[in-house]
Every structure is written in C-alpha cells, then in structure tokens.
C-alpha cells in the first residue's frame, strides 16, 4: 500500500469532520476549500494508481447516478436558439435552465461529491480501514453531540460564541436545527447498528450506550420534528433488518432495547435542557416564520413541477423558478423547496425522478444483499449505515438537508460503507469473532481430553 493511498484516506476522513466544523460548508471560501481537497484526493488516487502499477476503482453502480446528475445538469445549460427581445435585450440563450449559472455551479458541486465517493470506494480496502471509518464518524459524532449540547446551554444562539444567525435558528457548527439533527442521525446509525446485531463486545457496550445516549439526546434537544421522526423511523428500520420474523424472542428483546434507548434519550434530554426540551419541538408549528411554511411552499413547488414536468426548471434554478408562481409578496424569497422529492421534480423533472429511483433501488438492494453476510461486525456496519441512509430519506419528505455539504459528505460515506461492508477481506476476523471463536473452542475440549493427548504424547 503506497504513501499515496494512506494520504487519500486520511485526506477524505478529515473531509467528514472539516466540512462539518466549518459551518457544514455552505460558504463559498468553505465550499473552495472542499473542491480543492476532493481534487488533491483525486491526483492521489492518481499517483497511487502510478506508483502500485495498479489502478483501483470500485465497480458499484452505485456511482452512476450521480454521474449521470452532471450530465443532465450540463445537458440542462446548453443553449438552444435565442429568447426574443425582451425590455431592450436580445441573444439571450435559450436553455431547458431557468437559471444556468445556477445549474453549472450545482451539476460541478455534485461532480465533485461523485468524485469523493468513487475514491472513497477506491480505497476502502481492508476491514481495518473499514474499522477506522466507522471509528471515526462515531467518536466525532460523540464528541460533536456534547459540544452542541455545551453549546447550546452556554451561547444558544451562537456558533462557536461567535456567529450569529438572525434568522435562522443554529445548533452545533449547523445553521438550521433540522441540518444538525440529520447529521445526529446518521452518527448514530453506526453503533446502533453494531449493537442491534450483537457486534460489539460487553466491555464496550456501556461506551456505545453513552455515545448513542448523548447523541440523541443532542438530537432531540435540536428541536427538529422531522430529525425526531427520522430517527424513530431509523430505529424501527433497524428492527426489522435484523430481526427474522418467526423469531419472537428476538422481536421482544429489540423492542425492550428500542423503548429503553428512546426512554434514556427522552429523560437525558429533560434533565439536560429542562421542561423546554420537548416543547421545541413544537415551537416550529406555532412560528410566523415564512420559512416554516411548508404547504405554502409546496403548493408552489408543485405550480412549478406542472409547468416543467420533464426536464425541469434547471438543477440549482429553484429559486428563480419559484419567483414566477409565488402568491406571495415576494419579499421572502425561497431557496429550496423543504422537500427534497418535489425539490428534484422541479429542478430535473421526470428525468431526474428516474435517476433519484435508479439510485434508490441500487442503494437498497446492494444494502440488503450486504445485510446477509457472514462476518458480524461487517453485517452491524451495512445495516447501520443503510438505516442511517434511510433516516435521512424519512427527513427528506420535510427539509433540504442534502442540501448541505457536510451532510451529503456523512451520507455518501454511508452509502460506502454499505457498498464496502458486502466485501470479503483478509483481515476480516475482528476482535469480538476472535473471542467468541476461542471461547467455543475452549468449551468444546474437555480436561480428561487434554490428559489423554498429554499421555499419548509421552508415550
């Protein structure tokens, strides 16, 4: 394995935790921060591919998608013909883009998503590096739970003590509440999976209920309705992934674990944040926030999906669409639609429904081919990872939190590790299989056995 190769590695798991720190990466000098170390990974797998005489890539399909995403965007900006003279201009281009600038900047940003998790597949290679991803996401998501929750008691509504949003409504290094609780939710999804299969030895077990304690409880004290119910459903997607129905036993003992992991995540989070912890998550419904108003918005959205049904206003042109049909002032104006199924109708229209299908049934069924293996702690790994994909398409249905590049960074990671998980390694054996292998090994010899081997040997 070439310096290269570890430096990829390291390279795209500092990406999980920098482009969550830096405001989830939303700006524009912390979104050209993140293209240039996607583009140094890229020229590493490059030189990797140079210097073992090997050229590593991953053959999922997975990746398609998003590459064909690209390819439509670009498809979307390319003029055909000229608009007429409107107001004194003329030759302006006319695209299937409402808004083309918009639509290249978009189609090159998910480009270099694509690019992240093709390299990331690349060099996911060994089960320890499979370990040490999953290692990483949990512990940061530890340690990311308990800043928030510091923060949260100490400065709410600041970031870091430092910046202040005016009108949003910021948790952890995130802006918006609902982005934290997605990120939480998907932290999660690791150890809850490891634990729900039983891959996680006893004298860990008190550290993983910790670390999923806190973060849900960080989650909850988010405030977000949607977070809460993405992650109800993750937690009910967990049962029935790993739990076979003519086993009743099984069933009752995850539902006990089920109601007393929700129980502790409720209870922590009143003794942390107080009678008010719980009424947040009502507070949204009650706001005169425009932006909370998702019926208004959808109804909207949907005057725009009418009027582009196949191709679509343009990826990344939702906001000049949705000025057109808006019958409101327009003095608040939307930027994405609070629901990321209509939001890809609108911008892709039918075409990219078929592409966000075609990605959704690859995604679930490499996962529930992958649930099936052998290995324990690979097994707790792709039905983690594929409940915490699925959370996040519950929460999709009531805000845009792949929108955000920290978000779309945890979740294409996850789609790795279901991808990576299905995949037989020489080092595949982990600790909690070593002991266990030992232990019925040991049981299996009796002491008289043992005595007559030693006899038969002197002899």
Request: hydrophobic letters at 50%.
């Given at each position: 394995m070439t310096w290269a190769n570890k430096l990829t590695f390291f390279i795209l798991c500092a990406l999980i935790v920098l482009t969550t720190v830096a405001y989830g990466t939303v700006h524009q000098p912390t979104l050209a921060v993140f293209y240039i170390f996607v583009a140094v990974a890229l020229i590493l797998w490059a030189v990797d591919a140079f210097l073992s005489g090997n050229l590593k890539f991953s053959r999922s399909l997975l990746q398609v998608p998003l590459l064909a995403l690209f390819i439509f965007g670009m498809i979307q900006i390319i003029p055909f013909g000229s608009l007429s003279d409107n107001a004194g201009l003329s030759d302006i281009a006319r695209t299937i883009s409402l808004d083309p600038f918009s639509t290249k900047t978009t189609s090159f940003h998910i480009l270099s998503l694509a690019i992240f998790l093709a390299v990331l597949l690349s060099v996911t290679v060994s089960a320890k590096r499979l370990q040490k991803l999953v290692t990483v996401i949990t512990v940061f998501g530890f340690i990311f739970a308990f800043f928030a929750i510091l923060q949260s008691v100490l400065s709410p509504n600041k970031i870091y003590g430092v910046y202040e949003s005016r009108f949003a409504s910021p948790f952890g290094s995130f802006v918006n509440r609902h982005n934290f609780a997605a990120y939480m939710e998907m932290t999660l999804c690791l150890p809850l999976g490891l634990l729900f299969v039983g891959g996680i030895n006893k004298d860990k077990r008190l550290l993983y209920f910790t670390a999923i304690g806190l973060m849900g409880v960080a989650l909850l004290l988010s405030g977000s309705r949607g977070g809460f119910i993405a992650f109800l459903a993750e937690v009910i997607f967990l049962i029935i992934l790993t739990t076979e129905t003519k086993s009743y036993n099984q069933i009752a003992l995850k539902v006990v674990l089920t109601i007393v992991l929700i129980a502790s995540v409720i209870s922590g989070s009143f003794f942390v944040g107080g009678d008010s912890s719980l009424t947040r998550l009502a507070e949204t419904a009650a706001s005169e926030n425009f932006s909370t108003d998702r019926t208004q918005i959808w109804s909207v959205t949907l005057e725009v999906i009418k009027n582009n049904p196949l191709f679509g206003a343009g990826i990344g042109a939702f906001g000049v669409a949705y000025t057109k049909y808006d019958t409101n002032s327009g003095l608040e104006r939307v930027e994405q639609a609070h629901n990321d199924y209509l939001q890809v109708l609108a911008d892709a229209g039918l075409v990219g429904l078929a592409i966000g299908l075609f990605f959704l049934f690859l995604l679930f069924k490499t996962g529930w081919k992958n649930?099936?293996?052998?290995?324990?702690?690979?097994?707790?790994?792709?039905?983690?990872?594929?409940?915490?994909?699925?959370?996040?398409?519950?929460?999709?249905?009531?805000?845009?939190?792949?929108?955000?590049?920290?978000?779309?960074?945890l979740f294409l990671t996850l789609v790795s590790l279901v991808v990576s998980g299905g995949t037989n390694y020489e080092d595949d054996l982990d600790d909690f299989q070593v002991r266990r292998h030992k232990k019925r090994r040991s049981a299996t010899v009796t002491p008289i056995d043992e005595v007559r081997k030693k006899k038969e040997i002197e002899a």
């Open positions: 649930s099936k293996t052998e290995n324990i702690f690979r097994r707790g790994v792709v039905v983690g990872a594929l409940s915490g994909c699925f959370a996040i398409l519950v929460h999709s249905v009531f805000d845009f939190v792949l929108h955000t590049t920290a978000i779309s960074v």
